[in-house]
T-cell receptor, first 113, second 113 residues
Framework: AQSVTQLGSHVSVSEGALVLLRCNYS??????LFWYVQYPNQGLQLLLK??????LVKGINGFEAEFKKSETSFHLTKPSAHMSDAAEYFC???????????FGKGTRLSVIA | DGGITQSPKYLFRKEGQNVTLSCEQN?????MYWYRQDPGQGLRLIYY???????QKGDIAEGYSVSREKKESFPLTVTSAQKNPTAFYLC????????????FGSGTRLTVV
């Protein structure tokens, strides 16, 4: 069975600082991996995805993530945080298109001015 | 514009009542999903449907029911058997011919009064 662990339910960074949100997964086969962002009382929006092409994936709003098979990780980064990045972020995994996504419990990002 | 419409945005249920949450899509996606979101719990899968007239239970299906009579619609009924229904409910669709990511609706917040 697939599972996702997001380390840190709440991360706080200063505006302009590096953002690092951690995601580790378990999967019996090479996975498809995703990061989503959620603003209060809204649905989730796709930030980026890994689908077995390049291991460094670039997404929207300056975010990127690197797939590291040896570490079973897919951490999300952004070089410089903006106030508008404050939201909740979810990592998700699936082994195939026929299997529903499994989500982590989320990490709430706060950005301090 | 193509998208997913969830209605209502806010819903109040009395003890012992059944309520139905609507999810309609015009994206022509085959698969549709219902997730429940509680603070600190991430997203948990209730039901999903990959084709019309077929659906599968997710991890927390007890106390819920669904139907999939049309490709565009996947309503969720929260029955009186669901003892703790207060939560944020998210509907999602998947275009299984592409990258297997989900498109989400804007959610329905259900509160028991």
């Amino acid at each position: 069975a697939q599972s996702v662990t997001q380390l840190g339910s709440h991360v706080s960074v200063s505006e302009g600082a590096l953002v690092l949100l951690r995601c580790n997964y378990s999967s019996s086969v090479p996975p498809y991996l995703f990061w989503y962002v959620q603003y209060p009382n809204q649905g989730l929006q796709l930030l980026l995805k890994y689908t077995s092409a390049a291991t460094l994936v670039k997404g929207i709003n300056g975010f990127e993530a690197e797939f590291k098979k040896s570490e079973t990780s897919f951490h999300l980064t952004k070089p410089s945080a903006h106030m508008s990045d404050a939201a909740e972020y979810f990592c998700a995994v699936t082994p195939s298109g026929n299997t529903p996504l499994v989500f982590g419990k989320g990490t709430r990002l706060s950005v301090i001015a | 514009d193509g998208g997913i419409t969830q209605s209502p945005k806010y819903l109040f249920r009395k003890e012992g009542q059944n309520v139905t949450l609507s999810c309609e899509q015009n994206l022509n996606h085959d698969a549709m999903y219902w997730y429940r979101q509680d603070p600190g719990q991430g997203l948990r899968l209730i039901y999903y449907s990959q084709i019309v007239n077929d659906f599968q239970k997710g991890d927390i299906a007890e106390g819920y029911s669904v139907s999939r009579e049309k490709k565009e619609s996947f309503p969720l009924t929260v029955t009186s058997a669901q003892k703790n229904p207060t939560a944020f409910y998210l509907c999602a669709t998947q275009n299984r011919g592409t990258y297997y990511g989900y498109t989400f609706g804007s959610g329905t917040r259900l509160t028991v009064v």
